[in-house]
T-cell receptor
């Protein structure tokens, strides 16, 4: 257990529905990252927060995706109008100094 | 563009045998280099990292990796594999001076261990 918590662990949703995932970081870590991992691939960077500011966004983060980190604590990742291609593991990581700690991920299945 | 290549998709070794997982990177300068391990359905755990200095780095669980600038490689090794090492292994690069957690991962190598 790295101390990074993600909820839910699994989510099955129908195409077109909206979903929201939550990440609770290690309390003293001010940097927070979201990654997406599809089957047979390594994780791909989506977005980065330093405290409450979203400082980097990958071009993978389409308009249907939005991430927030109010008050610089927990973060949420919302996907609107889900598509089957959104099926993946969504990983949250927090970092201090030179090491990133990953949560166990939320596995999303869009049916 | 920066990239990470792990040439071996799947490797099977016998328990007690030695292991080497290959990783090659493409980057304009010397990046930060990492190896992570992922058990099924789990997140990633950092095994070891290289930023500078001694090119042979030691990690957790008896793993080590050697940075070879001339070959743009950062191969992971373990002298004697245990059944519990069966997992997927990811090599990753980070940008020096970057946000440290913005990493580029390879596609991973799945390790199977036979008794």
């Amino acid at each position: 257990d790295t101390g990074v918590s993600q909820d839910p662990r699994h989510k099955i949703t129908k195409r077109g529905q909206n979903v929201t995932f939550r990440c609770d970081p290690i309390s003293e870590h001010n940097r927070l990252y979201w990654y997406r991992q599809t089957l047979g691939q390594g994780p791909e960077f989506l977005t980065y927060f330093q405290n409450e500011a979203q400082l980097e966004k990958s071009r993978l983060l389409s308009d249907r995706f939005s991430a927030e980190r109010p008050k610089g604590s927990f973060s949420t990742l919302e996907i609107q109008r889900t598509e089957q291609g959104d099926s993946a593991m969504y990983l949250c990581a927090t970092a201090v100094n030179t090491e990133a700690f990953f949560g166990q991920g939320t596995r999303l299945t869009v049916v | 563009a920066q990239s990470v290549t792990q040439p071996d998709i799947h490797i099977t070794v016998s328990e007690g045998a030695s292991l080497e997982l290959r990783c090659n990177y493409s980057y304009g300068a010397t990046p930060y280099l990492f190896w992570y391990v992922q058990s099924p359905g789990q997140g990633l755990q950092l095994l070891l990292k290289y930023f500078s200095g001694d090119t042979l780095v030691q990690g957790i669980k008896g793993f080590e990796a050697e940075f070879k600038r001339s070959q743009s490689s950062f191969n992971l090794r373990k002298p004697s594999v245990h059944w519990s090492d069966a997992a997927e292994y990811f090599c990753a690069v980070g940008r020096p001076g970057g946000s440290q957690g913005n990493l580029i991962f390879g596609k991973g190598t799945k390790l199977s261990v036979k008794p």
